[in-house]
């Protein structure tokens, strides 16, 4: 059983940054398929960005240039640094890892950001 926790949510200005961090438990962490994803009250939780084990990055085109998702294999975290914010961007961040091999996914609890003048 792996355990996600993210972290680093909050209350920024339109055009600020925040940087949510995910830690995982498990020894085997390199070789997840980690993702990032935003729910909004009333709506489905939307794909925001992922990296593959192999370091290949993608994002959806609405935080393109402004989000960057990264890994840390050596502290089993995934971060999002989430720059320029608009409102739009608010919702709960969620975070997800899938282990491929053992066809296995799982989330964490989420952390809700807000992006609010």
């Known amino acids: 059983q792996v355990q996600l926790v993210e972290s680093g949510g909050g209350l920024v200005q339109p055009g600020g940054s925040l940087r949510l961090s995910c830690a995982a438990s498990?020894?085997?962490?390199?070789?997840?398929?980690m993702a990032w994803y935003r729910q909004v009250p009333g709506k489905q939780r939307d794909w925001v960005a992922s990296?593959?084990?192999?370091?290949?990055?993608n994002y959806v085109d609405s935080v393109k240039g402004r989000f960057t998702i990264s890994r840390d294999n050596a502290r089993n975290t995934v971060i999002l640094q989430m720059n320029s914010l608009t409102p739009e961007d608010t919702g709960v961040y969620y975070c997800?890892?899938?282990?491929?091999?053992?066809?296995?996914?799982?989330w964490g609890q989420g952390t809700q950001v807000t992006v609010s003048s």
């Open positions: 990296i593959t084990s192999g370091g290949n990055i």
């Open positions: 498990g020894s085997i962490f390199s070789r997840y398929f």
């Open positions: 997800k890892a899938v282990d491929i091999a053992m066809s296995r996914t799982y």
